[in-house]
């Protein structure tokens, strides 16, 4: 599946505007996954979740609306999601950040603007972890093009936040980070959060790691270090 450029998830219940999205960034190299529907766009996520980059998510579908679908997304992924809407009231745009949306696209709108849009959020929301395809670190393989890590040739299933969490830490290795500069280089500095986001991630992320990876060191007081054995 990711022998293009990122998988894009496109929700729309009007068939027209959808094949045009499908096959406009087909043509811009995208992998493109469709769902007509709020209950057809979870089942497709829930799929294709280790897959997916970037979600493009019309507010008024059937069965469930968009905002119903963003909740159910964000319980337990970070992944991107752009919503496509032609209200341009700003409490629906506050109740799409307060869910966790990361950006808007007004209907109508010209191909030229969507392909921006998606191309910004997709620069924002990875991360570098060097120059080339793939790195490794001790036992891990990150590969910065699909966006997954593998440990001993196995993907070990990281969710968009956590692939963010341990780049951001590649980026500061051997470095005592804070918690605080971790929730506003991760999480963003208008994330509506305490620190403890940080620490429930960090234990998420340590487990998925191993015991074989014990990289993460927490440095009481502080906050945390990212270091390999010598």
């Known amino acids: 599946m990711k022998n ?4 894009i998830l496109v929700v729309e219940d009007e068939g027209r505007i959808r094949r045009m999205l499908v096959d406009y960034l087909g043509i811009r190299d995208y992998h493109v996954i469709e769902a007509a529907d709020g209950e057809e766009a979870l089942n497709v996520f829930y799929e294709n979740n280790q897959y997916i980059d970037l979600i493009l998510l019309d507010i008024m579908l ?35 950040f307060r869910l966790g949306v990361d950006d808007y696209i007004l209907k109508p709108f010209s191909n030229a603007v969507l392909l921006g ?19 490794k670190i001790g036992a891990l393989v990150v590969d910065s093009e699909s966006k997954r890590v593998f440990l001993h040739d196995k993907d070990i299933g ?27 280089q991760v999480w963003g500095y208008n994330y509506v959060g305490d620190t403890r986001t940080v620490d429930t991630h960090i234990k998420q992320l340590r487990a998925k790691l191993t015991a074989e ?16 054995p010598e």
């Open 4 to 7: 293009q450029k990122e998988c």
């Open 62 to 96: 059937p069965k469930l609306d968009g905002y119903q679908v963003l909740k159910e997304i964000r319980d337990m992924s970070d992944v991107p999601v752009i919503m496509l809407t032609a209200k341009d009231g700003e409490h629906d745009q506050l109740e799409g």
């Open 117 to 135: 849009h998606v191309e910004a959020v997709l620069k924002r929301s990875s991360v570098g972890v060097g120059h080339g395809k793939q790195r």
């Open 158 to 184: 990281l969710t968009a936040k956590e692939y963010s969490l341990l780049t951001y830490f590649l980026d500061n290795m051997n470095v005592v980070v804070l918690r605080e500069n971790i929730l506003n």
């Open 213 to 228: 990876c014990p990289y993460i060191k927490t440095v009481h007081g502080f906050g945390y270090r990212f270091e390999l």
